[in-house]
């Protein structure tokens, strides 16, 4: 069976596609960010299933006795939950990534980018360079771009959560992918059980736009920018676009998501 390698899995976005791929019945190893100290406590958040191990820095030969198994390797990578990382985590993930990818043959490498940067605040040049330096060292690369995303487990630094609590002001919001949001937990299984294993350059995109949920959330009057774009418009039109249709229960985790974060319930889980 093909083996899934999930980088800084007790993330956002990257919590998510483990949680699904388990769901499927995959095994799925999960690598935290070395500089997690809370990793015991994150790891219970998995649940237990025979499917699910951590990956541990226990020397070279054990690691490959671990993961010499039938089936290709896929290394999930998540730039999109990166980005709520602060700068000085940056090289520090190079180096691990290195370390890994020494220990361990990964046949595709797939990418999660946002379209549009999220955290605030961020520098847009160091974290560009960070994904260059990335790119250099995992095999095989596969970009699947993502729009905004909310969820569950939003973090407190997305620009969502602090727009709607208004604990930010006089900030650019970039406007021309807002409507395309989607649910994490919908992308994440749309990816799971729709694409894997044939991945190619895609963009996700909700099949039907949220509008209203994006009037909700931008309760006050903000600065529409397109400044924070990721990609150029000529590397998104040569994506593939795959349309993420909307669950039977979208509206009610909009509804959910929305009191959630206005009742200050949320849990920030970017705590490093």
């Not at 974290?127 to 095999?139: D, H, L, V």
């Not at 970009?143 to 006089?170: C, H, M, N």
């Not at 099949?207 to 924070?228: A, N, P, Q, Y």
């Not at 985790?253 to 009742?263: C, G, S, V, Y």
């Amino acid at each position: 069976m093909d083996q899934i390698c999930i980088y800084g899995v007790y993330h956002f976005f990257a919590f998510e596609i483990c949680q699904q791929f388990l769901n499927e019945g995959y095994q799925v190893t999960g690598i935290p960010y070395p500089f997690q100290d809370d990793r015991e406590e994150l790891s219970l958040m998995v649940g237990r299933n025979a499917n699910y191990a951590e990956w541990k820095e226990t020397g070279e030969s054990q690691v490959k006795d671990q993961v010499e198994k039938e089936g290709k390797t896929f290394l999930f990578f998540s730039h999109y939950d990166h980005q709520f990382l602060e700068e000085k985590h940056f090289e520090a993930i190079i180096q691990h990534l290195s370390l890994i990818l020494d220990h361990r043959k990964i046949d595709q490498t797939i990418i999660f980018q946002p379209v549009e940067y999220t955290a605030i605040p961020i520098s847009i040049e160091s974290f560009r360079t960070f994904q260059e330096k990335c790119e250099a060292i995992i095999p095989n690369p596969i970009y699947i771009a993502l729009p905004p995303l909310y969820g569950s487990r939003q973090p407190e630094r997305d620009l969502f959560v602090q727009l709607y609590r208004k604990q930010t002001d006089d900030v650019k919001v970039p406007k021309s992918n807002f409507n395309e949001i989607l649910s994490s937990e919908e992308a994440a299984a749309f990816i799971a059980k729709k694409i894997f294993p044939h991945f190619e350059h895609a963009i996700l995109k909700s099949s039907e736009g949220f509008t209203g949920f994006i009037e909700k959330i931008l309760e006050k009057d903000c600065e529409w920018s397109g400044d924070l774009t990721a990609w150029s418009r000529n590397e998104l039109n040569n994506m593939k676009v795959m349309e993420v249709p909307a669950g039977a229960n979208s509206e009610k985790k909009q509804k959910d998501w929305l009191i959630n974060i206005r009742e200050f319930h949320h849990h920030n889980t970017h705590h490093i």
